[in-house]
């Protein structure tokens, strides 16, 4: 897999924000601006963002994916039926990224991550991933779409 370039990272919108009632915006704010860095068009929604407030951004946008952040534990109860409210606005297909620290408690990645993956996430990351590892998944993930393919 090639990585893409900016010129066709700029074609790929991407919708950030924190979910629910979690105020940590620090890192999804660098997240963000390290995205756009690499060439990324990002919608930003900051902190206190209720499911439906992506959503909306999306659809509002024509947003390519959403890119969930939670850090206070609580990311697997805000993004219950999450898959389920994008394919009942018409956003079947959109990519859905989550991260952070997204349970209570000291639980292995590999049961986190699959049950994210079950509830519809394309891709789940464990806290501290680095934004190289995003932006090399997010190139492969939308590779057939520069490539046109998709």
């Given at each position: 897999m090639t990585a893409l370039t900016k010129q066709?990272?700029?074609?790929i919108t991407l919708v950030t924000g924190v979910i629910g009632a979690d105020t940590h915006?620090?890192?999804?704010?660098?997240l963000s601006m390290a995205l756009e860095k690499e060439g990324f068009n990002i919608v930003t929604l900051g902190a206190l963002t209720p499911a439906?407030?992506?959503i909306k951004a999306a659809i509002e946008?024509?947003?390519?994916?959403?890119l969930v952040s939670s850090l206070y534990g609580q990311g697997e109860l805000d993004c219950r039926g999450f898959r389920d409210m994008?394919?009942?606005?018409?956003l079947?297909?959109?990519?859905?990224?989550?991260?952070?620290?997204l349970v209570v408690g000291k639980q292995a990645w590999e049961e986190?991550?699959?049950?994210?993956?079950?509830m519809g996430f394309d891709r789940a990351f464990p806290p501290g991933t680095r934004t190289p590892d995003v932006v090399e998944k997010l190139d492969t993930d939308f590779q057939s779409k520069?490539?046109?393919t998709a």
């Amino acid at each position: 897999m090639t990585a893409l370039t900016k010129q066709q990272r700029a074609s790929i919108t991407l919708v950030t924000g924190v979910i629910g009632a979690d105020t940590h915006i620090v890192g999804n704010r660098i997240l963000s601006m390290a995205l756009e860095k690499e060439g990324f068009n990002i919608v930003t929604l900051g902190a206190l963002t209720p499911a439906e407030d992506f959503i909306k951004a999306a659809i509002e946008t024509a947003a390519d994916a959403i890119l969930v952040s939670s850090l206070y534990g609580q990311g697997e109860l805000d993004c219950r039926g999450f898959r389920d409210m994008c394919i009942e606005a018409g956003l079947d297909d959109i990519v859905l990224y989550v991260g952070g620290n997204l349970v209570v408690g000291k639980q292995a990645w590999e049961e986190v991550e699959t049950r994210f993956t079950d509830m519809g996430f394309d891709r789940a990351f464990p806290p501290g991933t680095r934004t190289p590892d995003v932006v090399e998944k997010l190139d492969t993930d939308f590779q057939s779409k520069v490539s046109g393919t998709a």
